[in-house]
Every structure is written in structure tokens, then in C-alpha cells.
């Protein structure tokens, strides 16, 4: 049997079902270790308006705003159509990187090939080393 050798280690913080809120990476080749953290944006709201709401005898007004993208397509003769759209965006808010000495990097390598336990130890050390507080 072949031994498999990884050369990075990522921790991915991972708010709800697939926000991810922050990153981790040890890069073994190049002794490297990075931190980045993300914030999700939706779009301004483009489509605007006024609607009304309720029943006959008792209406009420009232403003929105959603946002939306501008499309061309062959379906419509490549005209400009706005569509609604409710994707988040991704953005990066905080990236960081050392380079790691011998020594710290061997000592932390040396925690993250063990159990489960270990390798939590081995994320709050590149944490510290980072200087970033658990979440």
C-alpha cells in the first residue's frame, strides 16, 4: 500500500448549511500559513416600487425593493431584461499570511497528523500564531 502525503492542511469555518465564514491553510511545501474571512453581500436593490396589499375593504401600501441583474439573451433578441436575483456574494474582509520558522512549523505539523483532538489543538495553535480568537 502506498503512502499518501498531503501538502496543505485547510480548516474551513462553516456557518449554516454553505456559508463559509472564515479559512485556514497550512502550506507544507512552503511553509506558509494564511488566514482569510469572508462576509456575504447581496446586490443594492434595483427593482423599486409600490404595492398594495390586503383585502378590499381594508388596503395598505407599501414600498420594495429587490435586487436584481440586467440579462441579454437570444430569447428576447438581446434586448437588456432585468430579472430578479437573490444570490449572496462573497466577498474577502480579512486575508493574512506569514511564513513560518522551522521550528513553528514542525511544531504544529506535528499536531496535525494525530487524532481529532490534536488537530483542534493544532487549529488554535496556527490561530495564535496568527493571532485571530475563535469564533
Avoid at 506558509?32 to 396589499?53: H, N, V, W
Wanted: aromatic content about 14%; hydrophobic content about 40%; some cysteine.
Amino acid at each position: 500500500m502506498d503512502a499518501i502525503y498531503f501538502t496543505k492542511i485547510e480548516f474551513t469555518e462553516v456557518v449554516g448549511y454553505v456559508n463559509q465564514r472564515s479559512t485556514m491553510l497550512l502550506n507544507l511545501p512552503l511553509k506558509e500559513l494564511s488566514y482569510q474571512e469572508f462576509k456575504y453581500k447581496r446586490q443594492m436593490p434595483a427593482i423599486q416600487g409600490d404595492a398594495t396589499m390586503g383585502s378590499p375593504s381594508k388596503e395598505f401600501v407599501y414600498s420594495y425593493g429587490l435586487p436584481a441583474k440586467v440579462i441579454r439573451n437570444g430569447k428576447n433578441g438581446f434586448r437588456k431584461q432585468i430579472i430578479q436575483d437573490d444570490v449572496w456574494v462573497q466577498m474577502v474582509s480579512f486575508s493574512y499570511g506569514i511564513k513560518l520558522t522551522n521550528e513553528v512549523f514542525y511544531h504544529i505539523v506535528m499536531h496535525c497528523y494525530l487524532n481529532h483532538i490534536e488537530i483542534k489543538k493544532c487549529q488554535w495553535m496556527m490561530r495564535a500564531i496568527l493571532g485571530i480568537e475563535m469564533k
